[in-house]
């Protein structure tokens, strides 16, 4: 397989005195198609989200990107490396509140001189519903129209990676098929796709499923059905009680 992100014995402590680790010693390759991270709420989903795209780096470990060691770069030529090859979907969409539809779909393209494609955004803005709602102001807009405009905004940069936290979990389900079908259509050109989510029927949707809990990754598994994802977590879970 193809590796686009490898990540070797990425630790975080925890701030809480007697906590386990946000992260520990997690090891991982990310290639192209659709990857899901599932597991309870505190088992380091979001945390190896963001140390996977840069975002964070960790207390300790390594992680390449194309190659480079991303947690060596100096923070102004991480920034400008990860900008040109990676789009983020934020859990709480991360838009600028004052900022319209069409501005914060935008705005990640002004530091590196972009101006966009207007016909790209036009086809986003149509495929997620948000056409008539390009001049509104994100402040106006509903949770799931927010979560879309946040997908939009990503999509924009053209990533060669993707990842997106819960992308799904503020829609409906028509939404959320819309969104579901870009995302596979995405990994199917190359494009690696990282996803944190709580919904089995959109992990099962993934090609590898990488299971945590108190900030380990505890497994690693193909395509699955929704009850096998479910099953999955529930036994990892009472392995971990008993360990």
Request: glycine share 10%; proline share 6%; net charge negative.
């Given at each position: 397989?193809?590796?686009?992100?490898?990540?070797?014995?990425?630790?975080?402590?925890?701030?809480?005195?007697?906590?386990?680790?946000?992260?520990?010693?997690?090891?991982?390759?990310?290639?192209?198609?659709?990857?899901?991270?599932?597991?309870?709420?505190?088992?380091?989903?979001?945390?190896?989200?963001?140390?996977?795209?840069?975002?964070?780096?960790?207390?300790?470990?390594?992680?390449?990107?194309?190659?480079?060691d991303?947690?060596?770069?100096?923070?102004?030529?991480?920034?400008r490396?990860?900008?040109?090859?990676?789009?983020?979907?934020?859990?709480?969409?991360?838009l600028?509140?004052?900022?319209?539809?069409?501005?914060?779909?935008?705005l990640?393209?002004?530091?590196?001189?972009?101006?966009?494609?207007?016909?790209?955004?036009?086809?986003?803005?149509?495929?997620?519903?948000?056409?008539?709602?390009h001049?509104?102001?994100a402040?106006?807009?509903?949770?799931?129209?927010?979560?879309?405009?946040?997908?939009?905004?990503?999509?924009?940069?053209?990533?060669?990676?993707?990842?997106?936290?819960?992308?799904?979990?503020?829609?409906?389900?028509?939404?959320?098929?819309?969104?579901?079908?870009?995302?596979?259509?995405?990994?199917?050109?190359?494009?690696?796709?990282?996803?944190?989510?709580?919904?089995?029927?959109?992990?099962?949707?993934?090609d590898?499923?990488?299971?945590?809990?108190?900030?380990?990754?505890?497994?690693?598994?193909?395509?699955?059905?929704?009850?096998?994802?479910?099953?999955?977590?529930?036994?990892?879970?009472?392995?971990?009680?008993?360990?």
């Amino acid at each position: 397989m193809e590796r686009i992100i490898e990540a070797y014995g990425l630790s975080k402590a925890s701030l809480t005195k007697g906590a386990p680790p946000i992260l520990d010693n997690c090891s991982i390759s990310i290639g192209p198609g659709m990857t899901a991270v599932v597991g309870p709420s505190g088992a380091g989903k979001t945390s190896l989200l963001y140390a996977l795209s840069g975002l964070d780096v960790p207390d300790t470990g390594q992680m390449l990107a194309f190659g480079q060691d991303v947690y060596a770069l100096p923070d102004g030529q991480r920034t400008r490396f990860l900008r040109e090859r990676v789009g983020f979907v934020f859990q709480d969409y991360n838009l600028v509140p004052y900022l319209t539809v069409k501005e914060n779909a935008l705005l990640p393209l002004s530091p590196a001189g972009h101006r966009g494609d207007p016909a790209q955004l036009a086809a986003l803005l149509n495929r997620f519903g948000l056409s008539g709602h390009h001049a509104a102001r994100a402040q106006e807009l509903s949770g799931g129209e927010r979560q879309r405009c946040a997908l939009i905004r990503a999509l924009m940069l053209s990533p060669k990676v993707l990842f997106a936290d819960e992308p799904t979990g503020a829609l409906d389900t028509g939404s959320s098929h819309v969104v579901l079908a870009t995302l596979k259509e995405m990994a199917s050109t190359g494009c690696a796709v990282v996803v944190v989510t709580h919904d089995p029927n959109v992990a099962s949707a993934a090609d590898v499923i990488i299971f945590m809990r108190d900030g380990r990754i505890t497994h690693v598994a193909g395509s699955m059905a929704p009850k096998e994802i479910l099953d999955g977590m529930k036994e990892h879970e009472s392995e971990a009680d008993h360990a």
